[in-house]
Each structure stands twice: as C-alpha cells, then as structure tokens.
C-alpha cells in the first residue's frame, strides 16, 4: 500500500470534490443508500452474477468487491489515506471483523450478523472461528437469497428475514449470542430505538454486541475529520451509533477504535464491543 497525502484525495474521491467545491453537481443521488429497494436492486445483480459464474466462495467475494473500485483505490486506516488494491482492502476487512469479534468468542456462541446483506461476512466469521454458529439477518430479499445460495454448503450458517425495525424472532432458540452489525446501522431510520430494543433483549439473553460501524465523533479538528462530519450530512446517514451507547445506562461500552478501516476513506468503520451493564 501507498500512503497518500491528504491533498490528493479529490483526485481519488468525487465526494471529496463536491464537498470541496461548491460549484460541483453531486457525483451521484445523496440519499440512494439509505433506500432497501436499492440495495435489493444491487443483491439482485450480484445473485444474477453467482449464478452465471458458479465461483467458488472466497474468489466470487473478492470480485464481488472489486466492482466500482480502481485498482489501487483509496482507503483509510487510523486517520491515515493509503492506495490499496482490492486484495489489500479484503485482507484489511477481514482483520478487522476477526479481531472485532475475537475478544468475545471462546466457542459455542451463535453470532448473529444483523443487515448481512449478500453475506460476505458470514463465511469470513465462520472460517474464523469454527467453534461458533452463525446466522445472518437481512431486510432485503435478495441479499437473504444470495446469502443462502453462497453458503449452502456450510451448516453452521444460515440466513433469515430481518427487519431491525420489525419481528426479532431471529434471536428465539439462542442464548449465548454475539450481534455483530458491519456498516448496517449507517442506513437506518434512527439508532437509538433499534439500540434500545437490543438492550432489552440482552437482559433477557447472554448477549454481546459487536461492531464494525460509521458513526460519529468525527475529529472537529481535521480537514478529513470535517470532510467526514460533511459526507454524512449530506447523505443522511445514521451515525448516532456511539453516543447511543455511550449514553444509555444499561450499556458498558468496553472497546472503540476509531477509522479501524475505510474502503470509504470518507465513511470509515469504528470498531466497538460493549456489554449489558446489568
């Protein structure tokens, strides 16, 4: 990987540009992904491409991402910017989920991946960790179908319907659970009642939460720390996540990294695990 200097981020990034200049026209619709129908129409392309293709797992995923990137492209780490390749950014991101997830994992607990999407995630926790079983949940009906089509052969993972603002059966005959969420609350239509909900459930439950999410503070101090606040703003992304859980009062917020990787050098992921504090 390449580190790359903060002023050369609009030649990477049209989003930098159009925050940074104010006579551009916006490089595509600010508010297309937080819209299901959207990313049904994407799952859908995507399950019409694993079809037509019949590749393996690991080299249909890593294809899967490639799509609409350069090659190298720009990424955040650390609130650093760097030009990674697509392998760079897959190794990146699965470092990431194990070692989000591994402090909490000792074998047999069911990691409950809530907005898989079209299940990238799913295979990389249970290859990680084959001592746990894994379910994944999505709203979107063809991220569920490509989800269960990708994984058909592994029978420590299956896949259900779930709205996180509707039926949470999803969770009915597991008791020693991890949720896990990456990049799946940034869509919603408000955190703080799926937070609340999540919380009630783990008193009742021995549940953990783990995530890999774009949420807010942004550094106020930091031409990238501004551009971020900015991005999301005009996107109308959800991310209340952190001080939701910073502040409610039967949550213990145990770990947070800060830019723990960013295939959107604007958007990163931070890494957090907290704990029911009762």
């Not at 990238?120 to 379910?135: C, H, K, M, Q, Y």
């Not at 990049?183 to 919603?188: M, V």
């Not at 900015?230 to 939701?244: I, K, S």
Request: aromatic share 8%.
């Amino acid at each position: 990987m390449e580190l790359l200097p903060l002023d050369r981020l609009p030649q990477y990034s049209e989003w930098a540009s159009y925050l940074l200049d104010p006579n551009r026209d916006p490089p595509g619709e600010l508010d297309a992904y937080t819209d299901i129908d959207v990313y049904d129409t994407i799952y859908g392309h995507v399950l019409e491409h694993y079809r037509d293709t019949g590749l393996d797992r690991e080299t249909f995923s890593l294809e899967t991402r490639a799509k609409g990137r350069e090659e190298p492209d720009v990424i955040s780490i650390d609130e650093s910017l760097y030009l990674a390749s697509t392998n760079d950014l897959v190794a990146l991101e699965k470092d990431a989920v194990r070692e989000t997830l591994r402090p909490v994992l000792d074998g047999g607990e069911t990691v409950v991946a809530l907005g898989c999407g079209w299940g990238r995630n799913l295979g990389i926790i249970a290859d990680s960790f084959p001592d746990v079983t894994v379910v994944g949940g999505e709203i979107a009906e063809q991220g569920v179908t490509i989800s269960r089509e990708l994984h058909a052969d592994e029978n420590r993972i299956s896949v259900k319907t779930f709205d996180f603002h509707g039926d949470w059966s999803i969770f009915d005959g597991h008791d020693d659970v991890v949720v896990f969420t990456y990049g799946a609350l940034t869509t919603l239509d408000g955190v703080q009642s799926v937070i609340d909900r999540l919380v009630s459930h783990a008193e009742k439950r021995s549940i953990v939460g783990v995530h890999l999410e774009q949420t807010v503070p942004h550094p106020s101090n930091t031409v990238l720390g501004l551009l971020r606040r900015r991005y999301a703003d005009v996107r109308g992304f959800e991310t209340d996540l952190l001080p939701v859980l910073r502040a409610h009062p039967d949550v213990s917020v145990t770990y947070t990294e800060y830019d723990a990787v960013g295939a959107n050098p604007l958007h990163p992921q931070t890494a957090i695990r907290w704990y029911p504090s009762r």
